[in-house]
């Protein structure tokens, strides 16, 4: 988007619309008399050059895609120095301006611009993007998760007995790097450890920078690089708090340390949750990589850490330069923006398509504002774009009701009751005098509850609006000896666990209803909470996550999105001692390990999957790997039935892309759809992008999007047929034959030809066409409607592998 619609956008959230009203006739009458409409438009008028000057100098990032010819890391920030000096007034504003010049592989800089001279700039032929900064949350909201996904290490894995395991095969990621960007890193935590690791890659070239509470000896075999990036983030809210958050790459949050120790965190024995909880060894997917830690998210001034933190697009930018420049394989991203922009006006998307020029594989959240669809973040097709789905490890607490009725909660609190029935409410019967009895006042939200009324009781509370630790609060300051929160409709059977600040459970939205039903038709409702207990081999598991974010892909609709699901509900990892386990100030506990849900947890399940891949193969390119992790995703839940959704219904290709997560099967695909850098430039023509790269040419008639050697396909407003191309490439044995099967979206149908493809040796490439059709189209829109998707696949077996890619299609 052009930066000046962002100022008036911006504009318009900051004044009042009824000043844009009254403002043309200030300017065209002269007042006869002084009336107070006048008064308060002098108001205005002089408030306005405040106003003004609080939006305009904004920093901006100005993009120009790759470096053209070699250049001196001088000659290029002097380029940039001379762009600045080209809109400012003198060389010292132009100067004082930068804020970042990117140098590495990106080129480009960040700089305090005002909006006309943001504009000028974006006008310039080379300037591909002009970006006015916003800050973005990241999606907020591991012991079980390895072996559910696959990688047991076996009763003998010391002695190295079970070898055709795939940690073993990876030497358990050893000699890769992974890269998080994220809150930093709690470095004394056992899981980063480096006692028997190898020695750092000769490659490596970052750094461990030093500063509050954190200096080189922070860093080590295992966390081999940290560094931190704030010049954006003090750019807008000002100078560092550093009692919110240290000035260094250490990591006050608990999430950066969570995320890190899920990709490479080393085995540790007989760790557990507060309480001891999901009790058991706590080891990364990948446990010998190495970890490069780019702290580019910080606490929000006068916020609350449990409500998010804050990543702006400037500092991920630099941050990702410099991951590349450093030498990271496989980089971990678990950080959302809530509207998705086109990919050359997005930070991440930018930073990963230089990531990628390298090889390196990019791993991205979804985001976690499903259940509703197109809700998706980080759709580029150069990003593994990730779900979240649970495990099958629930922790019990069950709910027993005055009636003798026994309900199966879930909850991580440490917090126990007494052992007798306490009486029961629901929250809406207890509020305080003041909050009207309707649905939100079930959602025990801040205040809402009367001390009077709950006092003694155990509260049902509904999710909805609020933190569901926070819900614990209220009813905790009522008096509430006991909490139960409740699923509603939209979030279904997806249980998450917390840990709460008092005796606790939760419940799905099934049960919820039983105990509404129940409280409705008692005199003198009672319940008693049972303490929790961990409990494996839960069925059905996995199944998606209410909250993850669902396809279809906004931005460029023609690409799947997402391309897989992993674990996310309930993940266990180490954890921040700089924070408490539910993040909020009032809370003192201190824990090494805590449980978290979200797609930033998913997304590092992926990170480390991709690390084991590249230790395995490491000169498969980042789109094999890709191609590699999606076409080998599952289906099936453990009751060897389709993966459904928190309504209990099968999910579907917006939910799980092409399935879940099996990194054995990934190890060895087969085939694998593959993609170069230059793929994804003639795919950014197709998208009216020319100027990315001054060695690239579009050529005169760019090929459809849909064209982009993806390992999946969406055709969104089909009009009669569309035929595709796609080419795969054998990488497992030599000679070999493969099949094709389809199974065709429901109203369309699909010929793939030719339909069996000859391999003779291993590297050899075949193109192939998918032919999709719209059969019956009133029969489509009679059981669909228009716009809505229909889902199937096609697949490529030698009747060793099955390489599977979902499709999704819509009528025009
Ligand atoms: C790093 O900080 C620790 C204290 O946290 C200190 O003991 C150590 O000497 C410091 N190391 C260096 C190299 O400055
Ligand atoms: C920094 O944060 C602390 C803790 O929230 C707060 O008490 C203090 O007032 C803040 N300092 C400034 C200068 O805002
Ligand atoms: C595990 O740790 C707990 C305390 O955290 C301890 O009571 C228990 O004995 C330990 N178990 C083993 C097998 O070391
Ligand atoms: C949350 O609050 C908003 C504003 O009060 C309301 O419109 C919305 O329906 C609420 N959502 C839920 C799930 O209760
Ligand atoms: C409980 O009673 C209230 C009001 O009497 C009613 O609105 C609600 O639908 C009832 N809930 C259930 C689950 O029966």
């Known amino acids: 988007m052009h930066p000046i619609f962002l100022y008036i956008h911006l504009m318009i959230l ?33 408030l306005l050059p405040l106003l003004a000057s609080c939006v305009e100098q904004q920093v901006y990032i100005v993009y120009f895609g790759q470096h053209s010819g070699e250049k001196t890391l001088n000659e290029i920030e002097a380029n940039h120095h001379s762009y600045l000096i080209s809109v400012k007034k003198s060389e010292e504003e132009a100067k004082a301006s930068l804020v970042y010049s990117y140098k590495n592989s990106i080129n480009g800089f960040a700089a305090v611009l005002a909006p006309d001279e943001a504009s000028k700039l974006s006008e310039l032929e080379e300037v591909v993007s002009v970006i006015r900064s916003l800050p973005r949350k990241y999606s907020l909201q591991t012991t079980r998760s ?3 996904v696959g990688l047991e290490e076996g009763e003998q894995l010391h002695n190295f007995v079970k070898k055709d395991d795939l940690l073993f095969k990876s030497r358990y990621g050893q000699g890769v790097i992974v890269g998080l960007l994220d809150s930093g890193v709690w470095p004394e935590s056992k899981s980063f450890s480096d006692k028997g690791m190898g020695p750092i890659p000769k490659s490596w070239k970052g750094i461990c920078q030093s500063d509050q509470a954190f200096n080189s000896s922070h ?10 990036y704030l010049k954006g983030y003090e750019k807008y809210y000002g100078s560092l708090n550093t009692s919110l958050d240290y000035r260094s790459p250490r990591d006050r949050d608990g999430h950066g340390t969570h995320t890190a120790s899920t990709v490479g965190g080393r085995r540790v024995k007989n760790v557990s949750a507060l309480g001891g909880f999901a009790r058991g060894t706590a080891s990364g997917g990948a446990p010998l990589v190495h970890l490069a830690i780019y702290k580019a998210c910080w606490a929000i001034p006068g916020q609350e850490k449990v409500d998010g933190n804050t990543c702006f697009a400037e500092d991920m930018l630099a941050a990702i330069d410099d991951a590349i420049a450093d030498g990271v394989n496989v980089l971990s991203i678990s950080i959302v923006t809530d509207e998705p922009t086109f990919y050359t006006h997005d930070g991440i998307a930018i930073g990963a398509l230089h990531a990628i020029k390298k090889e390196i594989v990019v791993a991205c959240s979804a985001g976690n504002n499903g259940p509703a669809q197109s809700t998706l973040s980080n759709p580029a097709p150069w990003i593994i774009t990730v779900g979240a789905s649970s495990v099958d490890r629930a922790f019990i607490a069950p709910l027993v009701l005055g009636n003798g009725r026994e309900f199966e909660g879930q909850t991580v609190t440490p917090y126990k009751l007494k052992e007798r029935m306490y009486p029961l409410a629901y929250a809406a019967q207890v509020v305080a005098p003041n909050v009207p009895k309707n649905y939100i006042a079930g959602q025990c939200l801040p205040n809402s509850l009367s001390p009077k009324k709950a006092k003694g009781k155990i509260v049902l509370c509904l999710r909805g609006n609020g933190t569901r630790i926070g819900k614990g609060m209220e009813v905790k300051r009522a008096g509430g000896v006991g909490f139960i929160l409740g699923n509603v409709p939209a979030t279904g059977a997806e249980v998450v666990v917390d840990a709460h600040v008092l005796p606790a459970t939760a419940v799905d939205s099934d049960t919820a209803i039983k105990i509404l039903k129940y409280i409705n038709s008692s005199i003198r409702p009672t319940a008693y909470i049972n303490s929790a207990r961990t409990v494996l081999h839960r069925q059905p598991a996995p199944f998606m996550a209410a909250f993850t974010s669902r396809g279809p892909n906004t931005i460029t609709p023609n690409i799947l999105k997402p391309d897989i699901t992993a674990p996310g509900l309930n993940i266990l990892a180490a954890w921040s001692e700089a924070s408490s386990p539910t993040k909020l100030s009032s809370d003192h506990r201190v824990v090494k390990y805590n449980i978290l849900s979200g797609t930033s947890m998913s997304c590092p399940h992926v990170g480390a999957a991709a690390a084991l891949l590249k230790a395995i193969h490491p000169t498969w390119s980042s789109a094999a790997i890709r191609s590699a992790l999606i076409t080998s995703a599952g289906l099936r839940n453990n009751m060897k039935e389709l993966i459904t959704d928190e309504t209990g219904n099968p999910a579907n290709s917006f939910q799980y892309g092409s399935g879940h997560l099996r990194p054995t099967k990934a190890a060895d695909p087969g085939l694998v759809y593959d993609a170069t850098y230059s793929d994804y430039l003639l795919f950014l023509c197709s998208n009216g992008v020319k100027n990315l790269d001054p060695s690239f040419k579009c050529p005169k008639e760019s090929p459809s999007t849909n064209n982009l050697n993806y390992p999946s396909l969406a055709i969104s407003k089909l009009n009669g047929t569309v035929t595709v191309k796609r080419t795969v490439t054998n990488v497992g044995g030599g000679k070999s034959v493969y099949f094709s099967r389809v199974k065709p979206p429901m109203g369309f149908s699909v010929k793939v030809s030719p339909s069996i493809l000859f391999f003779k040796h291993v590297g050899q490439k075949k193109s192939f066409t998918i032919r999709v059709k719209a059969e019956n189209e009133a029969e489509i829109e009679g059981s669909m409607g228009k716009n809505e998707y229909s889902f199937g696949w096609y697949t490529w077996t030698d009747g060793v592998h099955i390489v599977r890619s979902p499709m999704a299609v819509s009528l025009a």
């Open 219 to 228: 860093c080590n075999k295992k966390l081999i690089g940290a560094r931190y």
């Open 146 to 148: 390895w072996e559910f």
């Open 14 to 46: 900051y004044i009042p619309p009824m000043i844009l009203h009254i403002m043309p006739s200030s300017t065209m009458k002269i007042a006869p008399v002084f009336s107070l409409l006048h008064l308060l438009l002098l108001l205005l008028l002089l």
